[in-house]
């Protein structure tokens, strides 16, 4: 059981969503930088001047406006496109997954008979002063242990009653 390969425009979407989050990310942390730099006085650097400074600021407010729409667009194009995948995702493996329930409760059942069985020879031994290895012995305990832990986990996990 596999899950089913995304589709090329999944895949396309994600990247597309990704380049437009770092490219916005990128611009955002250029500005943040431009400003700090304007408030510091360093003699190794020349000032920008006020008004070539509030110029490159209103541009790359322009791009990061330009960029946040990008950003938005690709996002709801791999959130569609997530939604489309999960729905396929599900659509393919239902059956395999209510097959794996099933299996997964008739192993459980199994066990749970193979340890009846040695809780009833280890009960049997007990009245007759018998040691028997812990199998044997402690399988009246490892059967609550499955029947209370494993078997609501499983419940849970596959919402069937056992």
């Known amino acids: 059981m596999k899950l089913p390969r995304p589709s090329s425009e999944f895949l396309a979407a994600e990247r597309e969503a990704r380049h437009a989050t770092a490219e916005l990310r990128s611009l955002v942390e250029r500005r943040e930088t431009m400003k700090l730099q304007a408030e510091v006085d360093s003699p190794t650097t020349a000032r920008i001047p ?3 400074f509030r110029s490159m600021l209103e541009s790359l407010n322009a791009e990061i ?19 489309a995948y999960v729905d396929h995702v599900r659509e393919n493996l239902a059956g395999d997954i209510e097959g794996l329930g099933a299996a997964i409760t008739v192993h459980l059942d199994l066990t749970l008979e193979l ?10 031994a ?5 040691e028997m290895p812990g199998l ?11 029947e209370t832990v494993a078997f609501s986990a499983v419940r849970k996990m596959i919402g069937a009653r056992l």
Not at 115 to 124: N, R
Not at 126 to 130: P, W
Not at 136 to 145: G, S
Request: aromatic share 2%; hydrophobic share 45%.
């Open 65 to 83: 406006a330009a960029a946040q729409g990008r950003d938005q667009a690709a996002a709801g194009e791999f959130d569609r496109q997530k939604t």
């Open 115 to 124: 340890l009846d069985i040695a809780a009833s020879l280890g009960a049997e």
């Open 126 to 130: 007990r009245e007759r002063h018998v």
């Open 50 to 52: 006020a008004e070539t």
């Open 136 to 146: 044997v012995k402690d399988a009246a305990a490892a059967k609550r242990l499955i």
